[in-house]
């Protein structure tokens, strides 16, 4: 889908952000078809 990151980029994205704010609520969307 042209991303310009890679799986692993929004991992550690993701895992940075809980490790600075545990209760953060972190919303994907999935689009499958």
Same mark, same amino acid.
């Given at each position: 889908?042209?991303?310009h990151y890679?799986e692993r980029?929004?991992?550690? !994205? #993701?895992?940075s #952000?809980?490790d600075? +704010?545990? !209760? $953060? $609520? +972190? *919303?994907v969307d999935?689009? $499958? *078809?």
């Amino acid at each position: 889908m042209n991303r310009h990151y890679t799986e692993r980029e929004f991992s550690d !994205l #993701i895992e940075s #952000i809980h490790d600075r +704010i545990p !209760l $953060a $609520a +972190i *919303g994907v969307d999935v689009m $499958a *078809g």
